[in-house]
């Protein structure tokens, strides 16, 4: 076979080669963005777990866990998630936020804690 059919031979089949291979590049690209997004979700679906395990609803109020074990003695708002407080530790908790309001007075807080770490399942 004359060098000049086997070297027009070989530059075909390397095109080929070629073509083959940016084909198999655009795929590997979709693929990896379909992977991209499904670890997307899959990140936020943790994050939304471990921050529902966090809090705690009890007696419509909410608390927050410590890393260590047990809870921080501070009462946050169901609807906005953020501190409340009870003026006066006599009347009931509330929200500064949001308004809303909690059926658990100030002076209740050690009880309610107490009754927390009872009952608490971990």
């Given at each position: 076979?004359?060098?000049?059919?086997?070297?027009?031979?070989?530059?075909?089949?390397?095109?080929?080669?070629?073509?083959?291979?940016?084909?198999?590049?655009?795929?590997?690209?979709?693929?990896?963005?379909?992977?991209?997004?499904?670890?997307?979700?899959?990140?936020?679906?943790?994050?939304?777990?471990?921050?529902?395990?966090?809090?705690?609803?009890?007696?419509?109020?909410?608390f927050?866990?410590?890393?260590?074990?047990?809870?921080?003695?501070?009462?946050?708002?169901?609807?906005?998630?953020?501190?409340?407080?009870?003026?006066?530790?006599?009347?009931?908790?509330?929200?500064?936020?949001?308004?809303?309001w909690?059926?658990?007075?100030?002076?209740?807080?050690?009880?309610?804690?107490?009754?927390?770490?009872?009952?608490d399942?971990?």
């Open positions: 076979m004359p060098a000049k059919l086997v070297e027009t031979k070989h530059l075909g089949t390397s095109k080929d080669r070629i073509a083959a291979l940016e084909r198999e590049l655009m795929q590997l690209r979709r693929e990896v963005g379909l992977l991209r997004g499904l670890v997307g979700e899959v990140d936020r679906k943790v994050s939304a777990k471990a921050a529902e395990e966090e809090l705690v609803e009890y007696r419509g109020a909410l927050r866990r410590k890393v260590t074990g047990g809870f921080h003695e501070e009462v946050y708002c169901p609807s906005c998630r953020q501190p409340m407080r009870s003026p006066q530790n006599e009347l009931n908790f509330n929200c500064r936020n949001c308004q809303t909690v059926n658990i007075k100030g002076h209740e807080l050690p009880e309610v804690m107490d009754k927390l770490r009872r009952f399942r971990r």
